[in-house]
């Protein structure tokens, strides 16, 4: 939304449709999230204070809230944030390189003195514009997809048929959200470990509810790992998703992760080292994770 949004207040009522194509997303989809949009302004929230949306006979017109006429006073550090942010936004799909968040990111730069292209370069993965267009097509089309893809905790190459149902990014890199036939269920890709990309004519139809656009959803069926963590491991609690967090005396945290793939957790562990401590969980899943790094070590040995 924060792309669509001034793209369609630089318009004057464009069509539902061309929304849709311009950023990849079904109508319905697109109108659930602008209905939304009223809610998004500041206190004390009255009119002159929210975004006003107004949808009909197939068209919609965004009109910004008054208060975004006023002089935005910022820090150079929340500038510099604000630039580094606007750039990442920039790469994403649909979003116009000459349009108005670019223009306004150069005024920006401008006042901060800075050169916007040389002070602030933001990628979003290695990914081959190829693979990228190719996958992006399919969403918008609703055609399957073969793809050649790199599992990372299993250290393998497979070819997979998928039913794609979006393209984003996070965390700096390129996601695929689709359903894989070779497994039957919902999962995530990284779009830098495809390989190779097949565009099917087999179309499918998307779920009725989009699943979730998280880097990680556990299964209830995945075990658990319980490890305590000294302060120069604390950066586990801000890179990964952990499900439980208890301070400890003396420094110490304890946290409870779910743990989908043992090479993930055999990683982990050999990247902490001393600086975690395996407590409690799957006794069969982590005594093999330790087994195994151990083994490592014996052999550089």
């Given at each position: ?5 001034p793209?369609?207040a ?41 975004i ?40 994403t ?16 730069a ?44 299993r ?147």
């Amino acid at each position: 939304m924060l792309a669509v949004v001034p793209w369609v207040a630089a318009r004057e009522g464009p069509t539902l449709e061309e929304v849709c194509a311009r950023f990849g997303c079904r109508e319905q989809e697109l109108v659930d999230d602008l209905q939304m949009l009223f809610l998004c302004g500041l206190h004390p929230y009255t009119p002159d204070m929210l975004i006003d949306v107004d949808i009909a006979d197939g068209r919609v017109w965004i009109r910004y809230a008054e208060f975004f006429a006023r002089p935005l006073r910022l820090t150079a550090a929340e500038g510099l944030a604000l630039l580094a942010a606007g750039k990442a936004l920039l790469s994403t799909q649909g979003t116009d390189p000459e349009g108005p968040l670019a223009r306004g990111l150069g005024k920006l730069a401008a006042t901060l003195g800075v050169n916007a292209d040389d002070a602030v370069e933001i990628s979003l993965g290695p990914v081959p514009k190829h693979a990228l267009d190719v996958l992006s097509d399919a969403v918008a089309g609703r055609h399957q997809v073969e793809i050649e893809y790199y599992a990372f905790g299993r250290d393998e190459w497979s070819w997979r048929v998928v039913d794609p149902y979006a393209v984003f990014s996070a965390g700096g890199q390129w996601y695929l959200s689709a359903y894989c036939h070779k497994v039957n269920d919902e999962r995530l890709f990284r779009v830098d470990r495809v390989r190779e990309t097949r565009r099917l004519d087999v179309e499918f139809e998307p779920p009725s509810v989009q699943p979730e656009l998280s880097l990680f959803r556990p299964r209830p069926e995945d075990p658990r790992v319980i490890l305590e963590l000294d302060r120069s491991a604390r950066w586990v609690i801000e890179q990964y998703p952990v499900e439980k967090v208890e301070e400890r005396k003396a420094g110490i945290t304890r946290v409870t992760l779910a743990v989908s793939e043992r090479a993930w957790l055999e990683r982990l562990l050999l990247r902490l080292g001393p600086a975690a401590t395996l407590v409690d969980g799957d006794r069969e899943v982590a005594a093999g994770a330790a087994r195994r790094v151990l083994r490592r070590y014996s052999l550089t040995i």
